[in-house]
T-cell receptor, first 112, second 113 residues
Framework: GEDVEQSLFLSVREGDSSVINCTYTDSSSTYLYWYKQEPGAGLQLLTYIFSNMDMKQDQRLTVLLNKKDKHLSLRIADTQTGDSAIYFCAESVNNAGNMLTFGGGTRLMVKP | SAVISQKPSRDICQRGTSLTIQCQVDSQVTMMFWYRQQPGQSLTLIATANQGSEATYESGFVIDKFPISRPNLTFSTLTVSNMSPEDSSIYLC??????????FGPGTRLTVT
């Protein structure tokens, strides 16, 4: 079965880097995603990575994928208070990338 | 990206009643989904809303409890039937625009007393 796990909480100081980790169990995952959920808002797609890639960078965001260990991470450089939110990783096992299994979410708190 | 709205944004309902949640998209989309996010937990896919045919439900969810309509490519409803306090959750509609691009509505926060 599919299982995606994340640590519950991360606290960093403004300007530091944040690293949010995720592990998954389904080796047939095709795409892996990071979503951001701010209080009272829906989920915002931040970035995604195809399973045959190791790394993807998008401005302040860097996604690292270790397929052997089934480990995904999201690094946020120069973390700002506006980055405070819950971050969900999700995996898709179909090629259309639209049947998602979500992790439990990591609450990122950025202190000024 | 698609703009998704949901109604109501929140509601407090009595046990045993039903609530219908509406999801409206500003463009035609092929795939629409309904998710549930229970308090402090992650999202769980309830079903895929298929236009012109019956929804496809995930394990643990049944049509009698969560009937879904999808009359066209921009609109869907999810009904939570015969509610109990365990149904208190945020219900989110999402749409898929092409590969990888899945967008979520703001959610409907349901509290059942």
């Amino acid at each position: 079965g599919e299982d995606v796990e994340q640590s519950l909480f991360l606290s960093v100081r403004e300007g530091d880097s944040s690293v949010i980790n995720c592990t998954y169990t389904d080796s047939s995952s095709t795409y892996l995603y990071w979503y951001k959920q701010e209080p009272g808002a829906g989920l915002q797609l931040l970035t995604y990575i195809f399973s045959n890639m190791d790394m993807k960078q998008d401005q302040r965001l860097t996604v690292l994928l270790n397929k052997k260990d089934k480990h995904l991470s999201l690094r946020i450089a120069d973390t700002q208070t506006g980055d405070s939110a819950i971050y969900f990783c999700a995996e898709s096992v179909n090629n259309a990338g639209n049947m998602l299994t979500f992790g439990g979410g990591t609450r990122l708190m950025v202190k000024p | 990206s698609a703009v998704i709205s949901q109604k109501p944004s929140r509601d407090i309902c009595q046990r045993g009643t039903s609530l219908t949640i509406q999801c409206q998209v500003d463009s035609q989309v092929t795939m629409m989904f309904w998710y549930r996010q229970q308090p402090g937990q992650s999202l769980t896919l309830i079903a895929t809303a298929n236009q012109g045919s019956e929804a496809t439900y995930e394990s643990g969810f049944v049509i009698d409890k969560f009937p879904i309509s999808r009359p066209n490519l921009t609109f869907s409803t999810l009904t939570v039937s015969n509610m109990s306090p365990e149904d208190s959750s945020i219900y989110l509609c999402s749409v898929a625009e092409g590969i990888h691009e899945q967008y979520f509505g703001p959610g409907t926060r349901l509290t059942v007393t």
